[in-house]
């Protein structure tokens, strides 16, 4: 049954609750904000974390930065992007843990678009836009 709720102000991608009943949810959104929001379980807004990957603003932006999170049981957010191969853990604060990226197959990457963008590219060029070449899943 339902006990509450309350009104987000941004289209969400992914919800998680921890312990302590604080609830993150993951932004959908193409303007340069937080990644994730956390909220009270009575809808008080407590806190932001997660920097973008891509920083402009944007529809391609909002594709890019689109993320799935969880959290374990120690409280801590894992955080994985839909079309980027990376994932983020922070702490229930919100500092970065942890950044691992993995490798793609090549055969999921079309010749034309292979070596085109890295993690490199985008440390050095947050605020371009441009076409990634796979979705990540």
Same mark, same amino acid.
């Given at each position: 049954?339902?006990?509450?709720?309350?009104?987000?102000?941004?289209?969400?991608?992914?919800?998680?609750?921890?312990?302590?009943?604080?609830?993150?949810?993951?932004?959908?959104?193409? =303007?340069?904000? %937080? &990644? #994730?929001?956390?909220? /009270?379980?009575? +809808?008080?807004?407590?806190?932001?974390? !997660?920097?973008?990957?891509?920083?402009?603003?944007?529809?391609?932006?909002?594709?890019?930065?689109?993320?799935?999170?969880?959290?374990?049981?120690?409280?801590?957010?894992?955080?994985?992007? =839909?079309?980027? %191969? &990376? #994932?983020?853990?922070? /702490?229930?604060? +919100?500092?970065?843990?942890?950044?691992? !990226?993995?490798?793609?197959?090549?055969?999921?990457?079309?010749?034309?678009?292979?070596?085109?963008?890295?993690?490199?590219?985008?440390?050095?060029?947050?605020?371009?836009?441009?076409?990634?070449?796979?979705?990540?899943?």
């Amino acid at each position: 049954s339902l006990v509450r709720s309350f009104r987000v102000p941004f289209p969400i991608d992914s919800v998680a609750v921890n312990s302590a009943g604080e609830i993150f949810v993951a932004v959908s959104s193409n =303007r340069n904000i %937080p &990644l #994730v929001y956390v909220f /009270s379980d009575s +809808g008080q807004f407590r806190r932001t974390m !997660g920097e973008r990957i891509v920083k402009a603003s944007g529809s391609l932006s909002k594709s890019v930065n689109r993320a799935v999170i969880d959290i374990d049981a120690g409280d801590n957010l894992f955080l994985a992007f =839909r079309h980027w %191969p &990376l #994932v983020r853990k922070y /702490s229930a604060a +919100g500092n970065l843990l942890s950044e691992s !990226g993995f490798s793609v197959p090549p055969q999921l990457i079309p010749d034309a678009q292979r070596n085109m963008y890295s993690f490199e590219f985008i440390a050095k060029y947050p605020n371009s836009s441009y076409a990634l070449p796979f979705l990540v899943h």
